[in-house]
């Protein structure tokens, strides 16, 4: 069986649920900028690669002096942390730019990778999924009901809704 690379965009995760949970919340700095609640059932997400094929690559991206609370769920699950420091308050996309470029060379240096599962909703993973179906990878998406952009969604061969992932049955 193939293995499997799991990339996460970590805060686009966490920021998804606490919009969930309290719409506008987490764009106000002073929520923004301090120690996060833990909103992500880690391990949820890592059965679901898990059952892909074998993890190779267990990777997660975010600004981490914030979520020193998710330190031993992360550890547990052998999740490699990617620290971001973003060069002002209101930097965007630098979890993006960075998960793409490594997912791309990793699937460049790594012919035994089949399927790339990719945490996160925006669509700025499009370019990333076409070339990772071009490169003849699998491509498995996984973000918010709410806050996915459709069409990155659509871009993968298989997409999960988080919320799903919680549920008896798990992975629809």
Not at 41 to 62: K, M, T, W
Not at 64 to 92: C, M, N, S
Request: aromatic residues 10%; hydrophobic residues 40%.
């Amino acid at each position: 069986m193939p293995n499997t690379a799991l990339y996460w965009d970590f805060e686009n995760l966490h920021a998804g649920l606490c919009e969930e949970k309290d719409p506008g919340a987490y764009a106000r700095p002073d929520n923004r900028f301090k120690p996060q609640e833990p909103l992500v059932d880690v391990r949820a997400v890592v059965d679901l690669a898990a059952s892909l094929g074998p993890i190779a690559i267990n990777r997660a991206y975010c600004n981490w002096q914030f979520f020193g609370r998710y330190r031993d769920t992360l550890l547990h699950h052998a999740i490699e942390l990617v620290q971001l420091f973003p060069p002002g308050g209101t930097a965007k996309n630098g979890a993006d730019i960075r998960l793409c470029l490594d997912a791309a060379e990793d699937v460049a240096r790594f012919a035994h990778i089949g399927t790339v599962v990719i945490v996160g909703g925006d669509s700025d993973f499009l370019p990333l999924s076409q070339k990772l179906k071009a490169a003849g990878r699998r491509v498995v998406g996984v973000g918010t009901r709410q806050a996915t952009n459709p069409h990155w969604a659509a871009s993968c061969h298989e997409f999960h809704y988080y919320e799903t992932l919680l549920q008896p049955g798990g992975a629809t």
